[in-house]
């Protein structure tokens, strides 16, 4: 059974945990005999803590159940973050030679609720450099594998987040979402990823890409760990002005196995950019099996959804040009030796320290926000934008939850994308508009075609998590998809 | 503007994949933003400020300390105005 721990959901283990079935050591155990096992071909970390220290952590948790104290759901959980997450001591690069060598000085506000609810901090995982990218590929650390098809890319920007999860080298990790960052790799590596609604979880700590934009949220194994982890990391945050001040709901009382009452949405336009004929055909098997849980299913039209992705890759390079102005080589990380002066100090460490995305978008946002070209582009960006948020606000007023695929394909091969920018970006297509308009998502795996994963996109209202988890819940209840796993793992697992 | 200096050799492909960056982008002019306020954040909330009260924060040798360089507890830098 031990070798099976690995790929138990986190409430699982919570349960086991407090019927003192396993202890939080057999557990983590467990879970680093996996990443011993399989991290060499997935390539998911970036920093791995000392296995001792994970253990101890472990021992603490078994201490504090021994003397009988309350267990959080994520206390005992092992856990991966994305390596743009703050962590005290921890090595904090965002797959970025830039940032080499720099250890925070403090946690993340997600950081500080996990370790604080007893989880268990595993490591840091890989992401495209300042999770600027779809693939994982543009990152300065090394490359992740899809464990699903060692030749093929997690997706990005936090693939190595995705790919953690769906090799059971972590039972819960957290990623970030600025267009899609979560949900894409989440469907690629057959994971649940979920966005929350802008706002509703503090980024404090967390490296800025795109302020309007970024979000921090779950990937785990199923909707009920997406659900308990967003409880554990959400909630208003003194330290972030942009995070809202009421308390959350129970999301775990959303997880209703139906969708009886529920009117979904299915706008057209998002199957329209390039989805491929094998999504598109899962995408409407999940439809059809809403509708047997007692969905109301309409097609609809967002006709600015076709602009979304030129409204993002305006304002996204934008804000990030002027949020990475920071990275300076005067204040953490790494410098070019010798500058001769200080503008050369600058210039010299961003132009070696950035890699080539990076530079496109810092070059791109600059041009776009520079005094001749502002109304043109940004201005132009942030009046599209508006249009984009009135038409899902009127979506909104007839449907409870929109339903489209998360990405236009399955998990493309390494290197495929690399060439083309542009090819890369239209991976993106399904996710950027949710971005814009600050609404929650998640992407569930609906379903399998040639052996890899396909994923479904619930969208729901501003601060409707508990809608998109319900949807997501009952398809994966009604999928019944739960058994498959990555034939890197090898045979079938038992069931949870 | 943008501070990064760039090998001569990468410029051609830089203002090559820039170029079509911009022209697909440029698409959006054809969308009719006439009346049109812009949206710069996503759920107009306005910013939630926290009470002004003194909290402690990093103390100096902290917050010099992930700097590439340092002397006595401040960034070092190369010399800025000449002699």
């Known amino acids: ?123 840091k995982t890989n992401m495209d450099e300042f999770a600027m990218g779809s693939s994982t590929e543009h990152s300065a650390l090394g490359r992740t594998r899809n464990p699903w098809d060692l030749g093929r890319v997690p997706g990005g920007s ?29 469907a690629f590596c057959g994971v649940v990823g979920l966005k929350p609604t802008y706002g509703r979880v503090s980024r404090y700590g967390l490296v800025a890409f795109a302020s309007s934009l970024d979000q921090i949220g779950p990937l785990s194994r199923d909707v009920r760990d997406a659900a308990l982890t967003l409880q554990a990391i959400a909630g208003p945050d003194p330290h972030d002005a942009t995070s809202r001040p009421e308390e959350p709901p129970d999301f775990e009382e959303a997880l209703v196995p139906d969708c009886r009452g529920l009117r979904l949405g299915v706008p057209r336009e998002f199957y329209a950019q390039g989805v491929s004929a094998e999504v598109r055909s899962a995408v409407a098997a999940a439809v059809d099996l809403l509708v047997e849980q007692g969905a109301d299913v309409e097609e609809c039209s967002l006709p600015t959804v076709a602009q979304a992705l030129d409204v993002y890759y305006v304002i996204a390079p934008a804000e990030a040009s002027s949020n990475l102005a920071r990275f300076d080589g005067v204040r953490y990380g790494w410098r070019a030796p010798e500058p001769r002066d200080y503008g050369e100090l600058f210039a010299a460490t961003r132009g070696r320290g950035f890699g080539a995305e990076v530079q496109r978008r810092i070059m791109l946002g600059t041009y776009a926000l520079s005094a001749g070209y502002y109304d043109q582009y940004y201005g132009k960006a942030q009046q599209v934008r508006t249009l984009l948020c009135r038409e899902f606000e009127q979506a909104f007023e007839r449907y409870a939850a929109l339903v489209t695929p998360t990405a236009p394909t399955t998990a493309f091969g390494i290197g495929e994308k690399t060439s083309d920018p542009l090819t890369m970006y239209m991976s993106d297509v399904c996710t950027v508009p949710i971005n814009l308009a600050g609404l929650p998502a998640i992407s569930v795996p609906c379903g399998y075609t040639n052996g890899l994963p396909v994923g479904l996109q619930v969208v729901g209202r501003p601060f409707g998590e508990e809608t998109v988890l319900r ?11 739960g058994r498959r796993r990555p034939p890197l793992l090898g045979a079938q697992a038992d069931p949870v | 503007m943008a501070r990064l200096e760039v090998p001569a050799g990468d410029l051609d492909r830089y203002r090559d994949e820039l170029g079509r960056i911009l022209d697909h982008v440029a698409r959006l002019q054809a969308v009719d933003t006439a009346q049109v306020p812009p949206t710069g954040n996503p759920l107009e909330v306005p910013g939630v400020a926290r009470a002004d009260n003194p909290q402690p924060g990093l103390g100096q040798e902290q917050a010099v300390a992930g700097a590439p360089a340092e002397h006595g507890g401040m960034f070092l830098v190369p010399r800025v105005v000449e002699n």
Request: charged content about 25%; some cysteine; proline content about 4%.
């Open chain 1, 158 to 186: 936090s693939g190595g987040s995705a790919a953690a999860v769906a090799a059971g080298e972590a039972v819960v990790a957290l990623g970030s979402d600025t267009g899609g960052s979560i949900r894409q790799p989440a």
């Open chain 1, 471 to 481: 949807v997501a819940f009952a398809l994966e209840s009604a999928a019944d998809l």
């Open chain 1, 1 to 123: 059974m031990t070798e099976k721990l690995a790929e138990w959901p986190a409430h699982r283990m919570h349960r086991a945990l407090v019927s003192r079935e396993v202890s939080a050591r057999e557990l983590a155990a467990a879970v680093l005999r996996r990443l011993d096992e399989v991290e060499r071909a997935v390539g998911a970390y970036v920093h791995l803590r000392e296995p001792e220290l994970v253990l101890a952590d472990a021992d603490a948790v078994d201490v504090r159940l021994g003397r009988g104290e309350p267990l959080a759901a994520l206390g005992g959980v092992p856990v991966a973050l994305k390596d743009n997450m703050c962590t005290r001591g921890l090595p904090t690069t965002c797959a970025s030679r830039i940032l080499e060598g720099f250890r925070p000085a403090y946690d993340a506000t997600v950081v500080e609720r996990l370790v604080g609810q007893g989880a268990l901090v595993l490591g």
